[in-house]
């Protein structure tokens, strides 16, 4: 049973930056490639960055590349997604699981909200 505990979300003004974290359970981690997925009021879950198992190549939605930065660490069991130049409509629950399609069981998410 795979458990994943995202963190690092919260309140920030447009332009802010946000660093979120997935833990994952498991022992492994490193075969799978992982994403990070978002939600927002109203929308279905989207993927918005995705990494292969070894780190060595990333995909990001047309529309947070160049903002977002998808990183994992295999020795920590975490996925990391760096976020710059946050804008509103980023404002969504973000979650993490498999990429490009979440296999295991989603966790609670972390709140990301951008308002000034």
């Known amino acids: 049973q795979v458990q994943l505990v995202e963190s690092g979300g919260g309140l920030v003004q447009p332009g802010g930056s946000l660093r979120l974290s997935c833990a994952a359970s498991?022992?492994?981690?490193?075969?799978?490639?992982m994403g990070w997925y978002r939600q927002a009021p109203g929308k279905q879950r989207e993927l918005v960055a995705s990494?292969?198992?070894?780190?060595?190549?990333?995909h990001y939605a047309s529309s947070v590349k160049g903002r977002f930065t998808i990183s994992r660490d295999n020795a920590k069991n975490t996925v990391y997604l760096q976020m710059n130049s946050l804008r509103p409509e980023d404002t969504a629950v973000y979650y993490c699981?498999?990429?490009?399609?979440?296999?295991?069981?989603w966790g609670q998410g972390t709140q990301v909200t951008v308002s000034s």
């Open positions: 498991g022992s492994m981690f490193s075969v799978y490639a």
């Open positions: 699981n498999t990429a490009p399609n979440g296999v295991h069981d």
């Open positions: 990494i292969t198992n070894g780190g060595g190549t990333t």
